[in-house]
């Protein structure tokens, strides 16, 4: 087993986001799940395209934030996953490589244009995402660059992965391959919604230890153990999963592993513009330090302090040097 | 002559900004002028757009944003300006209606793509731009509505529009219907490296009463009159413009008429995210203003207030709702 020559690779949908601003009303009128993702058609995104106000364009895709997250902080980070050779591919495969992020997987030729994703922002800062999964369901086995697999310390999947059908089998090839070469799989839960389509599988993949770690929020756990109890959900959680990180919005995060349960406070925030990306940053700044030897704590502030500095901000990919903000609070040197 | 349907009709280049983060070496090192404005060719565009870090794309256009501005303060403005029929052009058509602006220019079927600037924007918040024209090349005088000319009370013309050759003429028809039907015709220079390019002919714009209204800023003021003392300047715009807005920064802002000299000193501003915009959105207010038959103090408070406004945050299209803020300045009712 050769030293990793990346520290987590992130694979996940890429999905250029568009973000606007609304009211409460337009999520009632459009029958929106407030802080939910939906997926869409193409006939959906246009409607709701067409309904909504001026936009923002700016690269998303959890796993993708959370990459760029990881190599803004200093680390070195890959991302795999399928856009379409169009405009809207072009921005995310610019955006992400400008970022410092590992990126070859090849775009469709054809079929179904990059996905999008419509981001509704309501006055409190809530996000509520409405995905259109276009050439995002077109990832496959082939795409998993398997030497890449095996030259990172984590593979880090993310649970949306589970809604375009092929996907699923280019997650299991990556994990597989990842295991082979003794190294780790993370896995993010990454909506309640999405949890609760997936429920069995995700069971599955937690307890059979296809997943050494968890990632996920308070929501998505007891959707995950089907109980409005959260103590109950993370007692069980406990016995499931390897190594697991919960995150709970302003009420801070626990690391959960053998050793028992690690926490620490929310990183404290002036005021919420956007919370869009606050799992996915709250990853990266936890992977950095995990990835790095850090002691559990430390991990979790890091991943407090990149989520509490997203959503002081519009869209995932941060508009601050994140490195300069961990060495500012003693976290990186 | 019937009373005006439209506020202000803006006629200029159709946009999309993309904008980046970058260090003043950067500049320096593509040998960019720091604040102003560089036309680009395609394969110029694909060298900046590779070496500049991660984007946010927003759609522009220097008098698309004024025109998204005065709709944003309550005016009633309509946009005229060429996209290609293209993921941009998409983008750009979307977001100008969404804020309520009449927008209707056909997009070309074919030819270049829709044009976009790269905005670079340094640590001090200053924009430099570098611009791909593309499909607002293709503006002609036919795509010149003149029945909605006829019924803006102003037609706002931006300087850049001399950069494609056949808008020139788009810009010459649209300046004559609306004399013809006794509205008035204002023109904001742009940028001072454009008035460089077209001294004689903006001079001649002014001087023969094709323009009624001017803005500028001190730069490109200086830059028209070829001097470095801004009173020299002033008093050769006193007795060439029938009337005009000069701006200047934190320094504040003036309106010369027949009347004489009016001034206001500048909006107070915490700190300076981005200047994209400014001068577009210093006019949108005061156009808000004028076409409503304000006192000029007043029109250039709102124009100071919505430049102030958006050199708070990034790109030139407001987030915040300015109609509020007016109100809350007291400014409008």
Redesign the interface.
């Known amino acids: 087993m050769s030293a990793p020559k990346l520290d987590v690779l992130a694979i996940g949908n890429a999905i250029v986001d568009v973000l606007?601003?609304a009211e409460d009303d337009f999520l009632a009128n459009h029958g929106m799940n407030k802080g939910g993702m939906a997926l869409i058609d193409e006939s959906q995104a246009e409607a709701i395209?067409?309904a909504?106000?001026?936009?923002?364009?700016?690269?998303g895709g959890s796993a993708a934030n959370t990459a760029?997250g990881i190599a803004t902080l200093g680390g070195r980070a890959g991302f795999i996953g399928k856009v379409r050779e169009?405009?809207?591919g072009a921005?995310f495969g610019?955006?992400?490589r400008?970022?410092g992020v590992t990126y070859s997987t090849p775009a469709a030729q054809a079929g179904a244009a990059t996905a999008r994703c419509l981001i509704l922002v309501t006055p409190d800062g809530e996000r509520t995402m409405n995905t259109f999964l276009g050439a995002a369901q077109d990832l496959t086995s082939t795409d998993i660059d398997e030497e890449l697999v095996r030259s990172a310390a984590v593979t880090y999947l993310e649970g949306y992965l589970w809604d375009p059908p092929a996907a699923k089998e280019a997650f299991l090839t990556a994990a597989k391959v990842a295991h082979q070469a003794h190294r780790k799989v993370a896995l993010t839960l990454s909506d309640a919604f999405c949890v609760d389509r997936y429920r069995a599988e995700f069971h599955k993949l937690i307890h059979s230890g296809t997943v050494d770690l968890v990632f996920c929020n308070e929501v998505e756990l007891k959707s995950l153990y089907e109980t409005a109890d959260y103590d109950t959900a993370l007692d069980k959680l406990k016995q499931d999963a390897k190594e697991a990180v919960v995150t709970r919005s302003e009420q801070g995060a626990s690391f959960i592993s053998a050793e028992g349960v690690v926490r620490v406070p929310a990183y404290p925030v002036e005021r919420v513009v956007d919370t869009t990306g606050a799992g996915d940053l709250f990853a990266a700044g936890f992977l950095t330090g995990y990835t790095k030897g850090l002691e559990p704590t430390d991990c979790l502030h890091l991943g407090a302090m990149a989520a509490g500095e997203i959503i002081c901000q519009?869209?995932a990919?941060p508009?601050r040097n994140l490195l300069d903000l961990a060495r500012e609070n003693g976290l990186l040197s």
Chains 1, 2 share one sequence.
Not at 52 to 59: A, D
Request: no cysteine.
């Open positions: 606007a601003r395209y067409g909504m106000g001026p936009g923002t364009e700016i690269s760029v169009d405009a809207l921005v610019h955006d992400i400008a970022a519009l869209g990919r508009q």
